[in-house]
């Protein structure tokens, strides 16, 4: 019955508004044209409105994990002393690209479930003298925690480190004002809170990340920013551009325009409070506590029933998806995202579509107590509400 109307309410890839799947649609443009040079600078001016900079945000065909890489390659030397945040699957994935690299990554560990205190990052950078550079994860989706790097960057500044902030799950969702806070390299990717196809990943870069990165030993070639720096001069990419995907960013960077960076966040706020009491309603445990909880998706367990099990339960009934645990939450937790094209209605159904699976396990449930309970929420919200 819902073969192919399935609805995406995992960390992403996220659901693409039609509009925006209609912009990639358009007939090819040659990456070289003086159509696509216009196409460019009006995206390369719109992302860094979203980033918040007067700096540099580069444009390159890949995965957001391609936009991590390019930020070790160009930022580190072999056997150089880095200092890497480490909660959960994607602070992890910092930790493996720069031994990749040949880094000496310093593994500052933090509890699952929990965000990293700021006491602890100067702690370590004191220790560590030699640590110019620290990649920090602003929102670990495997686990739905949102760490603070407005208070993580003041303390890297106060040792003179750089700061590296993966947001692939979190840039457009909450704030993270890139020279505002003094955060000096911001990566993300396009299939989040930026409501495009995969394919896209972006780089903030400040003058502090420029000068490190000029005096980098690393090895780069596709992912070199002095490449892209140096073409985006002429409003193109050095290496073939994904046309459809510029086409789509356009009109997505043109909805969130419209809507406005202060109603996005509060958007995203709402859902996530509609969802964690939603759950709560129902019995579930929310893994990460109130002060830590991710604006873009809610982690849980509990209920009475196997996390993989609802997940199987609910997409079977409803036709709606959530994510698994990974790594060592795996088999532990599921996972809702409401990030990107999604709206407070989205989440009294994605609640509902909780109840159905657990009715379909034989769990006991009364039906409209989560979604009530998400709708009561959202009314409250209405004053405040986009």
Not at 264 to 284: I, K, N, Q, S, T
Request: hydrophobic share 45%.
């Amino acid at each position: 019955m819902f073969e192919g109307d399935k609805l995406l309410r995992v960390p992403g890839p996220t659901p693409v508004p039609d509009r925006v799947a209609l912009a990639a649609a358009r007939p090819m443009l040659w990456h070289r044209s003086p159509e696509f040079v216009e196409l460019f600078k009006r995206v390369e001016a719109r992302l860094k409105a979203l980033f918040e900079t007067k700096g540099d945000v580069l444009i390159i065909a890949g995965s957001g994990t391609a936009a991590m890489e390019s930020a070790v390659a160009n930022l580190t030397s072999p056997g150089e002393e880095v200092i890497v945040l480490s909660g959960g699957k994607f602070g992890e994935r910092w930790l493996e690209i720069a031994q990749a690299f040949g880094a000496k990554p310093v593994e500052l560990k933090y509890p699952y479930g929990r965000g990293i205190e700021p006491d602890a990052l100067d702690e370590c950078l004191a220790k560590h003298k030699d640590a110019k550079v620290v990649y920090a994860t602003q929102n670990e989706s495997s686990t739905a925690v949102l760490n603070d790097i407005e208070a993580l960057a003041k303390v890297a500044r106060a040792h003179d480190a750089l700061l590296v902030v993966d947001a692939v799950s979190s840039l457009g969702g909450t704030p993270l004002p890139m020279d505002a806070w003094g955060v000096d390299v911001v990566v993300t990717g396009s299939q989040k809170c930026l409501m495009l196809p995969p394919g896209l990943a972006f780089v903030g870069i400040g003058e502090r990340a420029w000068e490190k990165a000029k005096a980098a030993r690393g090895h780069r070639y596709y992912l070199d920013w002095k490449q892209y720096q140096k073409a985006a001069k002429n409003a193109e990419s050095p290496y073939t551009s994904a046309v459809s995907l510029m086409y789509a960013l356009d009109e997505s960077l043109a909805m969130m325009e419209a809507e406005g960076a202060e109603a996005r966040f509060a958007r995203h706020r709402l859902m996530r409070e509609m969802v964690r009491e939603g759950l709560r309603a129902l019995g579930f445990t929310l893994y990460v506590e109130d002060r830590w909880a991710s604006p873009t998706l809610t982690a849980a367990t509990g209920g009475g029933v196997d996390p993989e099990a609802l997940r199987k339960a609910v997409r079977k009934k409803t036709g709606v998806t959530f994510a698994g645990g990974q790594g060592e939450l795996k088999g532990q937790i599921f996972r809702i995202g409401h990030m990107g094209a999604a709206t407070p209605l989205d989440m009294v159904t994605t609640i509902a579509a909780v109840e159905m699976g657990l009715a379909e396990l034989g769990a006991s449930v009364t039906f409209g107590r989560g979604a009530g309970r998400a709708l009561e929420v959202w009314k409250s919200w209405q004053s405040r509400c986009w």
